[in-house]
């Protein structure tokens, strides 16, 4: 049973301006140090961590307003197969969150649905 969608769109320069902005401190406050680790060891890491961004996002939207959720109870990591996936740090919650992202050179999309 679907509980809860949503889905977010960012630009990845938004993303990056953020972390030239307030470096370190912006990613720790929004992700954490698996997702720094992964992202810094890519190419292009800001794609990745725009796209975790736009899962986290997604991930909130499909809770609803009256969640009680941090950036850093949502993380999103890869499988071995490179499928996304979410991790919740809140003992409570015992949903799964089925997770979808992609990204380009401009934007990073996520999509999070929420069942029983």
Same mark, same amino acid.
């Given at each position: 049973?679907?509980?809860?969608?949503?889905?977010?769109?960012?630009?990845?320069?938004?993303?990056?301006?953020?972390?030239?902005?307030?470096?370190?401190?912006?990613? =720790? @406050?929004? #992700?954490?140090?698996?997702?720094?680790?992964?992202?810094? +060891?890519?190419?292009?890491?800001?794609? @990745?961590?725009a796209?975790? #961004?736009?899962?986290?996002?997604?991930v909130? =939207?499909?809770?609803g307003?009256n969640?009680?959720?941090?950036?850093?109870?949502?993380?999103? !990591?890869?499988?071995?197969?490179? +499928?996304?996936?979410?991790?919740? @740090?809140?003992?409570? #919650?015992?949903q799964?969150?089925?997770?979808?992202?992609?990204?380009?050179?401009?934007?990073?999309?996520?999509?999070? !649905? !929420?069942?029983?």
């Open positions: 049973m679907v509980l809860g969608q949503g889905i977010d769109i960012i630009e990845v320069d938004r993303i990056a301006k953020a972390v030239e902005r307030w470096g370190d401190d912006f990613l =720790k @406050h929004v #992700f954490t140090d698996q997702e720094i680790a992964y992202a810094r +060891k890519r190419r292009f890491p800001d794609q @990745h961590f796209a975790r #961004f736009a899962a986290k996002e997604a909130l =939207k499909a809770l307003e969640s009680d959720v941090g950036w850093k109870d949502i993380e999103v !990591i890869n499988q071995h197969s490179g +499928k996304p996936s979410c991790i919740f @740090h809140k003992k409570d #919650f015992k799964k969150i089925l997770l979808s992202m992609s990204h380009t050179k401009q934007y990073a999309v996520a999509s999070a !649905i !929420i069942t029983t």
